[in-house]
Each structure stands twice: as C-alpha cells, then as structure tokens.
C-alpha cells in the first residue's frame, strides 16, 4: 500500500499470459492465459464441474478450450480486440482473481518497448475512465526487469509469447534509439509446428488446440 493506505496493483498483460499481484510482493498472484472464450456449441450447460458460460476467460478458458472458440485480445504487445481486452481487465481486477475497489487502488501496467502511444492512450483511458482507478502508469519491460534484479543498467534480451526486443536502458530510462523490436516470438514458432502438424494430416481447432501445441 502507498501513504495513503491505497493498494498498488502491478498487472503485466502480456500476449500469452496475464500476470498480476501487489507492489511489495516476491511474485505474481495470479497467472493465467490471456484468452477469451465463446461456446462453439451450446449442447450442454455443464463439463464436469465447470459450468459452459457464454463467455469465458483466462484459467476456465484454458480449461475447455477444445469447445470453446478462443480470441487473444493481444497480439505482437498490441491490443488489438478492446471489447475482449476489457473482459480480460474484468476477470483480473474482479472476484476472480484479485478482487480490488480500483477507486482505492493504483495500477501499474506494463508494455514492450516501443509500443504505439495510440495503445497506451486507449489502455489509460479504460483504466480512468470505465475502471476508475485512483492513478495509473505504464511502464516499459525491459526497465522492470532490471529493477527486479536490483539493477539500473544493463542490456535487457525478452523473448515473449508475440514480440522479441534487445532494449538497452541506462540509469533507468530504455534508450529507444538503440532499441531493437522484432514482431516474431514464441507464438510463431507455435503456428508453425501447427503448420507442419497439418502437412503430416493431423486435424485441428485453430483457435481450440492452439494452447495444446504452445505447451508441447
């Protein structure tokens, strides 16, 4: 908590995962994939002892993926589906996983170097304006990592699930001139193992199976 007994929210949307908790914490509370689902067919209105809603998110998302047509709201660090972007902001900051009163909290939010300041304008406006939140920063990646390691300098190497970069930052401030962005990551290489499941004549739910060949 700040002075003022305001809790500080730290939330990394990241392309694959979402990871959030509190300032002040070791690690994350919360990881979960950064998904939206949508019943394919509505046949039953129960799997086990998950009930099929007509929209699902993050970890019951994951869960019966193969009946569900999944979205990812980010791709390549970029919001690209806000509608789907605010029912994952939904799930994180409600009873689902963190369960906070925004007008009493701050938030911390990250985003990859080099991002459009079209994103980070449309991510502070819902965080005012639809979440209420008491005051909101954007922070670069690669400047929280080194911070976590106790560090003001260095060269920070991300690799993610939709966006690579090489971000130098000195005394805490990236550098973006020197700054590096590659668009392919760790989701390429999961559309193209798909690609080549495809040629050798396995069948798949695109957006379904999509998580089932990341966690090969």
């Known amino acids: 908590m700040d002075n003022q ?3 500080v929210v730290v939330c990394d949307n990241g392309t694959g995962f979402v990871k959030c908790g509190f300032a ?13 689902g949508r019943p394919i067919l ?16 993050g970890d019951e998302a994951s869960q019966l993926r193969s009946q569900l047509e999944v979205n990812y709201p980010i791709e390549n660090g970029i919001v690209r589906n806000w509608e789907d972007m605010e029912h994952l902001w939904d799930y994180t900051f409600g009873p689902e996983k963190l369960n906070i009163d925004p007008s009493n909290s701050k938030v911390l939010l990250t ?40 560090l003001l300098t260095g060269i920070v190497v991300d690799i993610g699930d939709g966006v690579s970069h090489i971000c130098p930052v000195y005394e805490g401030f990236a550098l973006p001139h020197l700054t590096r962005r590659l668009d392919v990551a760790g989701r390429d290489i999961t559309r193209y193992l798909i690609k080549l499941m495809l040629l050798r004549g396995y ?14």
């Open 24 to 36: 002040g914490s070791n690690f994350p509370a919360h990881i979960f994939p950064a998904l939206v």
């Open 42 to 57: 509505r046949s039953t209105a129960k799997d086990g002892e998950v009930e099929i809603k007509d929209l699902m998110v």
């Open 203 to 216: 069948v798949f739910n695109q957006s379904a199976d999509f998580e089932t060949v990341r966690m090969m």
């Open 111 to 150: 985003e990859p170097p080099m991002n459009p300041a079209k994103n980070r304008e449309k991510i502070i406006q819902r965080m005012f304006e639809k979440y209420g939140f008491d005051s909101c920063y954007i922070a670069v990646q690669a400047v929280l990592t080194l911070y976590a390691q106790g």
């Open 5 to 7: 007994g305001r809790r």
